[in-house]
């Protein structure tokens, strides 16, 4: 294994881009923030400690019936979650489990986690040859588990990393929600459909109630690739359960909160209170990386010459004593009226290309839902709206990805035409990466 520098905490910086002018009577005071944080896990300096000592991650692994066709399913899951123990730093707490209309402890059983050494990782690997096709699909139970494993010890990064090819048909939708609302908060978890016979909108759905990644992996053998990569991304988180605190003066609303990079994720319904005017949304957990988060917000009409601080960006992570949460950097969204027009009616770049990048993610989701329900004319214009958008942003991948659903005549205008035959596979990948976006060149 590799050798690990003497940990140190993640340093935290905020950088705030917006344009604080506003007209008299303005009302609406948009501004991005950018979140980095630095020598906290990828480098191998981590907050938990040196290795993996203080993370856990639990291996969920679909083994429903539907797994044996084709049989690569399965063969590409095992060898997927063997490539992911082996990436596995020593010290790390960690489980397998066999996911089916009910879940099964793999490896280490007992109710308990085992700890990555050489002799673990070769004994969880030799434990795979007990995952076998036959059953239904709970995906509720399987993550119910693995909270109570990774509960089961102190730790203070706490994943899971879920794999499934079908569709949850063996619990209801309400049961698999009472699931994600419990474990919320509790630990994160990535998400993967393998092949093209699950719901994606199960999948991406479980990976954002608890701010994990979601992706296709149409091909079965590219399973031990993305799941090594899902690890050696959980292996570099170094500060877990961050919160980005909103606070706003009096008589100041707050429209939405979203993250906006690297993918889209709506945040507005998911505060929690945290004292008089302010507010928590979750973030996860982090390692060394950089998010853009949109914050939009109604301040009081003023006159012209006033100026206002519009609301207070902190990020907060628990007190790993035990105290209260300690604020990490901050920064400040400011209001100011003027009479110049050029300037209250300047659009700052990064508020307009995350603006953009939301409307894209929005477009593609309901242009793909008027594509299956018949309506093509619908289909066509928001596909269309959604490739002059990508082109427009730089957005290549997404691009690309679109060019598979639809002919582009012209991208700068959006005019497409539907292709009358689609692969599944390239539908669910366009659907599935939606959310994805590009950062502003600054």
Known sequence: MANFSKPTAPQFSVDVYQ???????????SAIVTVTSTGGGTGGQRLSGPAGAGAGVVIMVDCSGSMDYPATKMRGAREATA?????????????????????????????RLAVADARTRAEAKESLRRLNAGGGTA???????????????????????????GRNEHESPEELRAALDACAGRFTCD????????????????????????????????????FTAMME?????????????????????IAFVKQVAPTVEDLTGRRTEAGPRAGDYP??????????????????????GQEMLAARVSLIAPDPAGGDPRPLSQGLVRAVWTDDLAMSTSINPQVAHYTGQAELADVIQQGLDARKSGDHDGATAKLGRAV??????????TAKLLSKVVDVVDAATGTVRLKAKVADADEMTLETRSTKTVRVKR
């Open 19 to 29: 344009n604080e002018f506003l007209p008299e009577g303005g009302r609406d005071v």
């Open 83 to 111: 490539a992911a123990v082996d990436t596995l730093r020593d010290g790390t707490s960690f489980a397998v489990v066999d996911g089916t209309h009910v879940a099964r402890e793999v490896y280490p059983g007992n109710g």
């Open 139 to 165: 995906i509720g139970t399987w993550l119910r588990l693995a909270d109570r494993l990774l509960s089961s010890a102190e730790l203070t990064i706490r994943h899971g990393i879920l794999l499934t090819d």
């Open 191 to 226: 998400a993967r459909g393998v092949g093209t016979d699950w719901e994606v909108k199960e999948v991406t759905g479980i990976a954002s109630a608890l701010l994990g990644t979601a992706d296709i992996v149409a091909d079965p053998s590219a399973l031990a690739a993305d």
């Open 233 to 253: 991304q959980a292996m570099g988180k170094g500060v877990a359960d961050v919160a980005l605190r909103l606070w706003t003066p009096v008589g100041v609303e």
């Open 283 to 304: 973030t996860g957990s982090w390692g060394d990386e950089s998010r853009d988060y949109h914050v939009s917000v109604r301040v009081p009409r003023a006159a012209v």
């Open 388 to 397: 002059q958008l990508a082109a427009v942003s730089g957005n290549a991948d």
